[in-house]
């Protein structure tokens, strides 16, 4: 299962420091015959360059967006938020 749509609005935290994911509307099930997808989808600042590009990603584009969200927590804005 990919998210391809991680970003701080979709982080929950509760009052212990303990992180969930929510809003899976985006997903996508991975499987042995369809370890790949293309499709163009997610919030454009926290989406990996394969997906912008519209080149075949995996499950390495959950971990891209959860650095730009780390990034966020610690600059208050992703990378590039006002262009």
């Keep these: 299962m990919i998210h391809r749509d ?3 609005d ?4 509760n009052k212990s420091g303990v992180l969930k994911i929510c809003d899976f509307g ?3 099930l ?7 997808r293309a499709t163009q989808i997610g919030t454009p600042h926290w989406t990996a360059p394969e997906i912008i590009y519209g080149e075949p990603y995996n499950q390495k584009v ?3 967006s959860f650095g730009i969200f780390c990034y966020e927590l610690a600059e208050g804005m992703p990378p590039f938020f006002e262009v």
Aim: no cysteine; charged share 20%; hydrophobic share 45%.
């Design 6 to 8: 991680i970003k701080s």
């Design 10 to 13: 979709n982080i929950l935290i």
């Design 26 to 28: 985006l997903s996508a």
């Design 30 to 36: 991975l499987t042995r015959e369809q370890n790949n």
């Design 62 to 64: 959950d971990i891209w």
